[in-house]
């Protein structure tokens, strides 16, 4: 090849290279630049995306926050007007509530819009069209250009929409930035109504003295304001059978509050039962200057003895003398029968008309440790727990233990335990359950507070192991006689120390002490209580009842004055704008809240359901949500418990006080 030929293939080698690259170029730039088209419409889909989800939110917040305030704009006017529907109201009163509602709900919402910084300045236009035949509408404009809608609709809607073109950075080379619009419907059949629940609060119960005289020795609780007590070994002179009411501190009648027991005598252990059915106390008595024991009854509500006021069931021949002048102790309920037992160890059955309905000997009878029928008196104490009766007698020479089933009207143990190392005894026997640390019945006992001694045997009839270290805990109770005992959920027993006026606390959980007060500290006055019998009124307050009818009450936890007091109501359901009704959350105000140390509520339905059981509202803040009501319930019942704060060793409040709950249907979005 020659050079010329040479040179010229070079060349045009070169150029075509050259070519190439220019080519190479040309596309790099193109992809480039559809690249970072691409990368600019990416940012602007993101910012797109999260002005949407803040679109939503908003849309979100405004439609629940809004058909609240239309809600309660509605609601105030028809409790103004005496109205419950929009069909009580004239045209003109509709025409006038819709647009001060709907003016409400729009303010409402262009609040929550201004509180995250955008203004809205312009003004807003309305379609009113008020229920139960059309739908309304209002619409503004915010400063930004953000467009908010608001529809109240036919089917009790409200929804929210907000609009606002999408924030545009790059994408503008290739589009034009979209129209974003999010919105959110929130239900008008949960109200999102207040409605007031008023209540009255009688002063704190925190011990006083009847007015009736003698030793009460248990007391009685019938309804929710009146105590009764029966007196016991009183000889027909004395104010014997006394009642008074809870909220006044007073007799329960202004002509007067004592019923003499006329020819009936009491013993040391009376376990009287007091039916909340029927308004009758009945009691284990013996007719004076008579042979006969058996059971009485005296009518609370007719304040005088039954009809038929008194059953003869067993013979007895142990004269007046006092203090042990009755041989019968009980009654027991079962299924609806009372039971009532003899000191040598028979049963008998009563029933609430007092007719007889069955006798029987037990396992204990013809045990030649027992007194006989008629000899000395001779406490039985008995713990019932459902069909059974756990029963410890007191004999001369130790005590004796042994069961009786009451469904199956027979012995439920083989044969008796007895318990030499109590020795005689008799007012200074206490008998209660034994506990595991877990709150299972698992034994029976008697403690001996005198020789601090004790015995116990398990419910299946085998003797336990001597609780020695409570024995050795109640020492100061040692005073010569006590009283009864009562449990607290299983896992604290209270103890009356009678003439020692301290009532001494035992801790199954941790088998230990768990407090020794006076009862004289626990009442108004610093009165020597000498405590003999309790029953527990509500959830934290267990009543006390001592010498010369002093009534008394301690919070088990801590043995505190329990400052108890008590009120029920009624609850109605909030009317919807759909004229439909609905429960919510009731609220009790911050300030009551500040007064109480506990509060707990219970609430029924008309039919029995319960709602809430003993609900702490410590625990919950002042709440009780009400949603597991039926809707077709019209009312629901209302109890508080409450146990106030004290000052200065005071209730902190000693007059009735009022207050107003909130009953608060929340709305919810719809799906």
Request: charged residues 20%.
């Amino acid at each position: 090849m020659s050079a010329l030929r040479a040179t010229t293939t070079r060349l045009r080698g070169r150029s075509h290279a050259a070519d190439d690259r220019g080519a190479i170029l040309v596309l790099s730039a193109l992809v480039m630049i559809l690249l970072l088209l691409i990368a600019a419409f990416a940012t602007d889909l993101g910012a797109w995306y999260r002005q949407g989800q803040s679109q939503q939110r908003t849309a979100d917040v405004g439609s629940l926050n809004g058909i609240q305030a239309y809600q309660a704009e509605v609601r105030a006017d028809f409790d103004d007007k005496g109205k419950s529907a929009w069909t009580e109201l004239t045209a003109a009163q509709r025409q006038d509530l819709e647009e001060k509602a709907m003016t409400e709900a729009l303010a409402t919402i262009i609040g929550i819009f201004e509180a995250s910084g955008i203004s809205v300045s312009n003004p807003p236009t309305y379609l009113i069209v008020p229920p139960p035949t059309g739908e309304s509408q209002a619409t503004v404009t915010a400063d930004d250009g953000t467009e908010i809608q608001i529809v109240r609709t036919l089917d009790a809607q409200m929804v929210v929409t907000v609009s606002k073109p999408g924030a545009q950075y790059f994408s503008s080379l290739v589009r034009d930035a979209p129209e974003i619009t999010r919105e959110s419907s929130s239900t008008l059949s949960n109200c999102g109504a207040v409605c007031k629940v008023p209540i009255v609060l009688n002063a704190p119960f925190a011990g006083f003295q009847a007015t009736g005289r003698g030793d009460g020795y248990g007391p009685l609780l019938y309804g929710d304001d009146e105590i009764w007590a029966v007196n016991h070994h009183n000889r027909g002179t004395e104010g014997d059978i006394i009642c008074m009411d809870r909220d006044t501190e007073k007799a329960c009648r202004a002509d007067g509050n004592h019923y003499n027991l006329s020819n009936h005598k009491t013993g040391n252990r009376p376990v009287e039962y007091i039916d909340e059915a029927n308004g009758k106390i009945y009691f284990t008595s013996a007719i004076r200057g008579d042979d006969r024991s058996g059971l009485a009854c005296f009518d609370v509500v007719a304040r005088a003895f039954c009809g038929k006021d008194f059953i003869d069931v067993f013979d007895y021949k142990g004269g007046d003398a006092y203090p042990n002048v009755i041989n019968v102790t009980g009654p027991w309920e079962y299924n609806g029968r009372l039971y009532i037992i003899t000191q040598d160890g028979q049963m008998a059955c009563v029933t609430k008309g007092m007719e007889l309905c069955g006798e029987w000997k037990t396992g204990a009878y013809g045990d030649t440790r027992l007194p006989g029928l008629n000899t000395t008196g001779q406490i039985v104490h008995g713990e019932q727990l459902g069909s059974k009766v756990y029963l410890s007698h007191d004999t001369s020479s130790g005590q004796l233990f042994h069961c009786w089933d009451f469904a199956t009207n027979s012995s439920c143990w083989a044969g008796v335990q007895f318990a030499a190392q109590l020795g005689a005894g008799g007012d200074d026997h206490l008998t209660h359950f034994r506990y595991d640390d877990k709150g299972n019945e698992i034994g029976i006992c008697t403690t001996d507070i005198i020789q601090r001694r004790n015995a116990c045997v398990n419910l299946a009839g085998t003797a336990q192991t001597e609780l020695t270290a409570l024995s050795t805990y109640l020492a100061p109770l040692d005073q010569s006689w006590g009283g009864d005992t009562i449990t607290w959920e299983n896992k604290l027993t209270f103890f009356a120390g009678g003439n020692s006026d301290r009532v001494g606390c035992w801790n199954w959980e941790t088998n230990s002490g768990c407090g020794i007060v006076k009862a004289s500290d626990l009442v108004e006055g610093n009165k020597t209580v000498n405590p003999y019998g309790f029953a527990q009124v509500s959830a934290q307050c267990i009543l006390g009842l001592g010498h010369n009818s002093i009534f008394y009450s301690f919070n088990p936890v801590g043995m505190t004055a329990c400052v108890d007091t008590e009120v029920e109501t009624t609850i109605k359901p909030c009317t919807c704008v759909d004229g439909s009704n609905k429960w919510g959350e009731v609220r009790v105000p911050l300030e009551l809240m500040g007064m109480v140390d506990s509060l707990h509520a219970t609430v029924t339905e008309p039919g029995g359901k319960v709602v809430l059981d003993n609900e702490d509202l410590v625990a919950n803040g002042g709440i009780m949500d009400l949603g597991g009501a039926s809707p077709a319930a019209d009312e629901l019942k209302l109890k508080l418990v409450v146990n106030a704060k004290l000052e200065d060793g005071k209730p902190i409040w000693t007059e009735p006080i009022t207050a107003d709950l909130e009953l608060v249907v929340q709305p919810t979005l719809t799906d």
